[in-house]
């Protein structure tokens, strides 16, 4: 109902009371279908034509504008033209459409039912997300006949109660699903004292025009009971939304046969009720463009007009709706701060980023703070989780090694931290893996920041303790893990010897580059190259050689023999110095190797070692007269040197994504080049000459 007429039938409600007779009224608001037989009777039952009155007056303010227009229309035919003028200037204006219930969207009848349930207006900056709403929506209408439960889950700040509220706004949803409205209950944590105080609120909200209760329940147990009464006789077919629910137990107290919205951070909060049961997932964030969009309407900017900061800040924000607004209401204060908001977000400065909003809480690390504190006994093993890799889906076997618990134990533990968004879940085939929101972990690693480096030692210690000097093997689930992170897991633990004596290893050498190759340990040769030299500059040289050098080798099936392949290194190579011993050991056992006697007439195994690529190297080859080669790679460059010298001769950025093949000539005037841009350029005529 609009609010202007809403507002004219309250302030001519005393005289309609007075002097209206309701039978012949209601005979005419029956027949166009805005009160039931059941509404008659109850008007029926009032003692004086006074409470019969104020009875359908207080009906008709429960209706909509299409209630009021025959109202006035009854009034009209049956003689009371006086009464009927007082609410001409408030009637609504009301559409053609011949089937009200198909309008979708907020009309002023929903508007008027959500704020009469206490259902949260959008925020003062609010983007729509429509896929995520009409999912919501779709699930609500399966409660259309039946008493149910839908719970909306998601992780802190994902933006669950916002969606939840907007969902609701339509008329369709709710002259379909909930014509007896809809009740909001902001729950948040309580305990059994503060559950009691809101039931007792909301049974005092559905009691406000029955004297059927003058008293307030004493007891969880008696306001149950009342709220099952109070919805199935006065409310029946409305929609109960209990809103940041933390504790299972108190949907119990909720529990009374009718329709349930529920927003929570734990998918699985509603196991312990029964009846239908629906959920659904908030794990999407918001685009690139939405978040732009929120910064945008912050700052009463256009998109195009913002700053180069605000693409990174929403990068930084990680499609969180908490995280975005929190800036965006900063930056509306204080407009010149765009680069300060970004070092602080990425400098993990959470604590720093506050603002009151029209989010329950004013910084992130008190959202992410309030799910972590309710994970008691598990709080320890979710720290334990700061030491992961963002992007990196860890396999449960490696949280059973760092746990020392059977794999069962640790799915189950891992299961608590999924049901309260606080951990996802990828599951593959038989096999979990899980992993963090880049958010979370970037909480966790700044609020565990000075353990971090025990964490880490603590991993490695439980990898040394299950696999005692070996390897894992191709076929045990978490090989892949260990073969990739147990380097940085010894990085940030400042295991520097143990760092040593993994990564100048032809054991380790031939068992990370059959499974994986050998471009990412030389990656790793580069990235551990400040601690790897501060124990042997040379040594690490060596083994950064010897795979470059034979690497093209070291891929092809069957994997070759790596100690004969070290054999042909430099007598002066710790790669030759491990694989004669290796090959003096195994030929006690019958096996032959061949020595490169002559290996010292040679002043260098390779004439020609350049790095003319700030990035990996996707394609070289020489030209036909030998002179020059060209290369290219992943930083969208090509490169051409001399081949005797490595001296460059110049360099080409004539593409806008990786430059992936390159090809001279025949008569070597010409380069051609192919890239993942779709490009193919061969005008580089002038440039050889």
Known sequence: MDERTRSCLLQNRSALEQDIKTSYIMDHLISEEVLSLEDEQKVKAQFTQKERAALLITLILQKDNCAVISFYNA?????????????????????????????????????????????????????????????????????????????????????????????????????????????????????????????????????????????????????????????????????????????????????????????SRDKSIADVVTGNNFSVSVQSGLTNDKGLEVLARFVNLEVSSLPEEAHSIVQECKGSPLVVSLIGALLREFPKRWKYYLSQLQNKQFKRIRKSSSYDYEALDEAMAGSIEVLDDYKEYYKDLSILRKDVKVPSKVLSILWALETEEVEDILQVFVNKSLLFCDRNGKSFHYYLHDLQLDFLTEQYRNQLPDLHAKMVQQYHKIYRGQFPSPSDEDCMYWYSFLPNHMAKANMDKELYSLMFSVDWIKAKTELMGPAQLINDFVEYRHILDKENSTVRENFQEFLSLKGHLLVQKPFPDIVQLGLCQPDSSEVYRQAKLQAVERAKKGAVYLDWMNKKTLQNLSRLVVRPHSDAVFHACFSHDGLKIASCGADKTLQVFKSETGEKLFQVLGHDDEVLCCAFSPDDKFIATCSSDTKVKDSFDNLLQ
């Open 75 to 263: 009034l009209l035919n049956e003689g009371y033209k006086e009464l009927a003028a007082l609410l001409q200037d408030g009637l609504p204006i009301i559409s053609n459409s011949p089937n009200k219930t198909s309008i979708d969207g907020p009309t002023a009848y929903v508007q008027t039912i959500l704020c009469e349930g206490g259902v949260p207006q959008r925020p003062v900056v609010f983007v729509d997300r429509p896929e995520l709403v009409l999912t919501i929506r779709n699930v609500l209408y399966k409660l259309e006949n039946d008493p149910g439960w839908i719970t909306i889950y998601g992780m802190a700040g994902c933006g669950k109660s916002v969606l939840a509220a907007e969902s609701l706004r339509n008329h369709k949803v709710i002259t379909t699903c909930f014509p007896g409205g809809v009740h909001w209950v902001a729950v948040g944590k309580q305990d059994r004292a503060g559950i009691l105080v809101k039931l007792q609120n909301l049974c005092s909200r559905l009691n406000q025009e029955s004297n059927t209760y003058p008293s307030p329940p004493l007891n969880i147990e008696e306001a149950r009971d009342r709220l099952r009464f109070l919805m199935a006789r006065k409310y029946p077919r409305s929609l109960l939304v209990l809103d940041d629910v933390w504790d299972s137990w108190v949907l119990k107290c909720f529990d009374v046969q009718c329709r349930v919205l529920i927003t």
